[in-house]
């Protein structure tokens, strides 16, 4: 969450700042005057502490010399009265006070456009090209129901809407690219892997900032108040929750392989065709705990990171520059990576890579030790590394041939023992 100082030091260019992002006055001001109470809560108890702790020592001085202390003992009792009413009001502003900074989103950083939605977003960059081949591409359900490597109907019987099978040799193929990119983000870009668990509890999501925003878009276990992981950022991140981590060990770089789960209520007829927007998906993930000074050239460098894996398969992509009032809610800069469908004819999110500053350290108490002995919080980041789906949908329309088949990338040949082609069977 936002650092409650910056409202109290700088209201209105904070305010100015998070309008950017659409957030109204009147919610930061709700922050700014419980902050307030509580601080004038927290200084009348101390002062009525004091006092007691004084009056104390006066009716033991008084008792000594064998006076009256009855008037002292009734001002120790409404002092008393007092602290434990102040104690009971100042637990309740303080819950108050930490829902409402969990409701405020990051700042965003000054240098991103400024926007309401996606049409005020940046290109900043574009790799590769594309040009139409002479016959018609086929979409990915055309070219998977030739291939014979999707079952959505079955996936339905199973499960629901959104939970589509894959089978065969495109099971593999999307096996091939999950170790593909941990191999390359390990042997090359210096992460460590991690198997996290695929569930969570609520600490967990409320300190990636999920919960409480996002609740009605995540699948909950109320049994055991456990919730499957939307992203691997989550278990990832909160791996540091309440540590200190040393400055000469950052920046730390994780990477995790997991399946993703996401209810998203409400998106019923946004792209919700094959494999555009399903409701459990792989995704390979990568998370980064850095020092403040570096965060933001960091994060330049997870863009790269997370562009070699669409460079290494060579498939046509762009990179944008999100604006204020697109970015996730804990993000303070984004970048999303877009792969180019030409049988969907459109781009492809399949990565957002962002710089939460101390927005989800703040929540995780996570911090990191400076070389003068203080401790100060670290800044996270994390980027898709990618997410599959989307992936699978843009290298098979990109790749495929005027037969039907599908080349497949060099780099993946050695995981897909040294198969060159998806070939149709139907």
Request: glycine content about 8%; overall charge negative; aromatic content about 8%.
């Amino acid at each position: 969450m936002i650092d409650i100082k910056r409202l109290r030091e700088d209201f209105d260019g904070t305010a100015a700042a998070l309008g950017r992002r659409g957030v109204e006055r009147a919610s930061l001001e709700k922050a700014r005057d419980l902050d307030a109470k509580r601080r004038e809560l927290t200084t009348e108890t101390e002062n009525l502490k004091a006092r007691r702790n004084a009056v104390s020592k006066e009716i033991g001085k008084i008792a000594k010399e064998g006076g009256d202390t009855a008037a002292a003992k009734e001002e120790m009792r409404k002092v008393g009265d007092r602290i434990a009413e102040i104690d009971r009001e100042l637990s309740g502003v303080e819950s108050e006070l930490r829902n409402t900074l969990l409701s405020i989103p990051n700042i965003p950083a000054a240098e991103i456009p400024t926007g309401l939605d996606s049409s005020a977003n940046m290109t900043v960059r574009t790799w590769g090209e594309w040009k139409d081949p002479p016959f018609k591409i086929l979409d990915h359900i055309a070219i998977g129901e030739k291939l014979g490597i999707f079952d959505f109907p079955r996936g339905v019987k199973l499960t629901g809407t959104g939970f589509p099978v894959i089978l065969g040799q495109g099971a593999k193929l999307q096996r091939a690219l999950i170790q593909y990119m941990l191999d390359l983000h390990c042997r090359e870009q210096g992460y460590t892997e991690m198997m996290p668990p695929f569930t969570v509890n609520t600490a967990s999501m409320t300190g990636t900032g999920q919960l409480p925003k996002f609740a009605e878009d995540l699948y909950h276990c109320e049994i055991d108040d456990f919730w499957l992981i939307p992203t691997a950022e989550v278990p990832v991140t909160n791996y540091y929750r309440d540590d200190i981590l040393s400055a000469k060990d950052l920046p730390v770089k994780l990477t995790a392989y997991t399946p993703c789960f996401r209810r998203e209520a409400g998106s019923a007829g946004k792209m919700t065709r094959g494999m555009l927007r399903v409701h459990q998906f792989d995704k390979v993930e990568m998370v980064n705990f850095v020092h403040p000074d570096t965060s933001f050239a960091q994060l330049e460098t997870l863009v790269k990171e997370a562009g070699a894996v669409l460079e290494g398969l060579g498939l046509h992509y762009r990179t944008l520059l999100l604006c204020s009032g697109d970015m996730g809610f804990s993000a303070a800069k984004c970048y999303d990576l877009e792969l180019w469908a030409p049988g969907e004819k459109q781009w492809l999110e399949v990565s957002s890579c962002s710089c939460f500053t101390d927005y989800q350290a703040r929540r995780l108490n996570c911090r990191f030790r400076d070389a003068d002995g203080k401790t100060k919080l670290v800044h996270t980041l994390n980027g898709s590394g990618v997410a599959l789906p989307r992936l699978m949908v843009a290298l098979l329309e990109q790749c495929q041939n005027e037969d039907g088949s599908v080349t497949i990338p060099e780099v993946l040949r050695p995981y897909m023992g040294g198969t060159e082609r998806l070939e149709p069977v139907r």
